[in-house]
């Protein structure tokens, strides 16, 4: 059937990527399949299990010197009482359990430290990941054809698992809890809709299960429970009546489901009480949420990491709603509110980006509450000719993007997750190398790539212009004032650069800011990052272009090492008017 070789079409596809195009398991460092993020989940594993030190850590200098997955010790934190307490929740490390049992079978059966983080480790996670990549899409398979036509279910799966971040978050950086939720919630919708049913107490024990071990994997999935809870939800005071009539003649059902997930959390707090002494700890420090401001335009459109900037076939989903009130409105209200509120809660959160992330990789656990309305839009389109090339068309257009993005986030060099902008990527889309002027982009909102003419030297307001150099006790230049020509045109700052070793990170790197005045008060500044257009021990020009307009009267030019560690001098500093080409 054609549902059947959509999801063979996928698996094939995203089992290309894993093992032959980017096997992640066979990286090194941060590029491992137990890296960043990955590896504070994974943590309690060789933790607990392997070294018996989760109070203390002290195997883990040694982890990361030698296999780097994270630059500094950045997984766990000392509580007051002198104990590392782990950042992450425990569990994703539940989740990612039997790839670890596998790992350290293939360790010792090959001979590699049986360290937790050798080569089998990462091959293990990796591999079992896959595996949960398939049963995800399997039971999204079973889910679908539950409710909509063998064309449309084949339409839906090929959308979800090949135009949109999925990709990414199911065939590489399949470790991510995302890859593992997405399961979990075919797996909840499945079993929620089953027990409606069936009303049977082994499916309430299921969705207790489930929920627990989403929300002991990330907390805020505790909204999970919306999905049956008002499953089947209508505005209406009989559906409100038979709900409670419902909940009270399987009342020792519920309580078995609210057990279970009570007893799954309780893992969570149990571990805080033995490492802490407390039964509740924030494990986030400084990180929080902004209720009353969420980043809404930012996590939809932003070009850093905007949820329709990326994976732009999710707008069919959010249009699709209409069309899932017309067809199933029995689904319509549940899916609607449940995805409302999970917008808001994720990007609410104060790092909206989400670190590291390809598109906006929060949203991807959700897909199989979204490819309902997906599905419902495939069926109208697809019920008329023109809307089968429409949607063809989509289809191949979103899957090229989507494969062009993955593409750059690994081995292009385009795509720099968590450093985008819109400006930054309508200058690169579809070309095939990245310019010095491209690349400003990520820092400022404008870059001058013709040629200068008439362009007018001006005068300093200061006269230190000697070599300067910053380093990690030196972190702030003199300021530099320039007196302006008072007209519109274009403004370029300029100046000679030498840097002792390569900067990596990019909040490190030093800005060049220019500040723009008038009449004493700053009207504009912009800045860009040196070291990305440098190279070790390699003496270069730098600029940065912005226009002004005739009411800049003065400008300042200064330097801030952003806590870097490397030593970077410059001298030359120029700053040059020209009218710019109209």
């Not at 279910?153 to 995302?178: G, P, Q, V, W």
């Not at 209720?291 to 999710?314: C, E, K, V």
């Not at 200061?462 to 070599?467: F, P």
Request: proline share 3%; hydrophobic share 45%; glycine share 6%.
């Amino acid at each position: 059937m054609i549902s059947r070789l959509s999801l063979f079409i996928s698996i094939v596809s995203i089992f290309v990527l894993s093992f032959f195009y980017y096997p992640k398991y066979q990286k090194s460092e941060t590029e491992a399949t137990i890296s960043w993020d990955v590896s504070g989940y994974y943590i309690y594993l060789p933790a607990f299990f392997i070294h018996n030190d989760p109070l203390n850590c002290s195997f883990y200098p040694e982890i990361l010197r030698k296999y780097k997955p994270t630059p500094d010790f950045q997984q766990a934190f000392k509580a007051p009482n002198g104990n590392y307490v782990f950042k992450y929740s425990i569990g994703h490390s539940l989740l990612m359990s039997p790839g670890f049992v596998l790992g350290h079978v293939l360790a010792k059966i090959e001979g590699h430290p049986q360290d937790g983080y050798s080569k089998p480790y990462q091959f293990g996670i990796h591999i079992w990941s896959f595996l949960v990549t398939c049963l995800g899409l399997y039971l999204l398979l079973i889910l679908l054809r539950r409710h909509f036509d063998e064309t449309t279910t084949a339409i839906t799966i090929l959308c979800i698992s090949l135009a949109t971040n999925y990709l990414e978050y199911s065939a590489i950086t399949n470790s991510m809890t995302h890859n593992y939720l997405f399961a979990l919630y075919c797996g909840l919708l499945l079993v929620t809709e089953r027990f409606y049913q069936r009303h049977k107490w082994q499916d309430a024990l299921l969705i207790g299960v489930i929920i627990g071990l989403m929300a002991l994997t990330r907390p805020t999935e505790i909204i999970a429970v919306i999905l049956p809870l008002f499953w089947g939800f209508r505005f209406s005071s009989h559906w409100l009546r038979s709900r409670l009539i419902f909940f009270k003649a399987h009342f020792s059902k519920i309580l078995i489901a609210i057990a279970v997930t009570g007893s799954i959390g309780f893992i969570q707090l149990a571990y805080w009480k033995y490492a802490s002494g407390e039964w509740i700890v924030y494990s986030y420090e400084k990180q929080g949420f902004s209720w009353l401001r969420p980043h809404l335009w930012d996590g939809f459109l932003s070009g850093r990491a905007g949820w329709l900037t990326y994976t732009p076939i999710m707008g069919l989903a959010l249009a699709g709603f209409l069309e899932l009130f017309k067809s199933k409105k029995d689904l319509f209200w549940v899916f609607l509110g449940f995805t409302v509120l999970f917008v808001y809660v994720t990007f609410a959160w104060d790092i909206w980006w989400y670190g590291g992330s390809v598109g906006q990789r929060a949203l991807i656990q959700i897909y199989p509450v979204l490819s309902f309305p997906l599905a419902a839009l495939i069926t109208t389109l697809t019920s008329k000719r023109i809307g089968n090339m429409l949607i063809s068309i989509l289809l191949g257009l979103c899957f090229i993007y989507n494969v062009w993005l993955t593409h750059q986030a690994h081995k292009g060099g385009l795509f720099l997750a968590g450093e985008m902008t819109i400006a930054y990527l309508k200058e690169v889309i579809f070309d095939k190398s990245r310019s010095d002027e491209a690349i400003k982009l990520l820092d400022t909102k404008h870059i001058y790539t013709q040629t200068l003419q008439d362009s007018i030297l001006l005068e300093m307001k200061t006269s230190d212009t000697t070599r300067f150099c910053l380093r990690d006790t030196v972190q702030f230049s003199p300021s530099i004032a320039f007196v302006t020509l008072s007209q519109n045109g274009w403004l370029r700052v300029s100046a000679d650069y030498v840097v002792n070793s390569q900067e990596w990170e990019s909040w490190r790197m030093t800005q060049l800011i220019v500040r723009l005045y008038s009449r004493g008060k700053e009207q504009n500044a912009e800045m860009i990052r040196i070291q990305r257009h440098l190279q070790p021990n390699l003496k270069k020009s730098v600029h940065i272009d912005l226009p002004i307009s005739s009411m800049v009267d003065s400008i300042s030019v200064t330097h801030w090492h952003a806590d870097g560690r490397t030593q970077l001098c410059f001298d030359n500093i120029k700053a040059t008017f020209h009218k710019g080409i109209e």
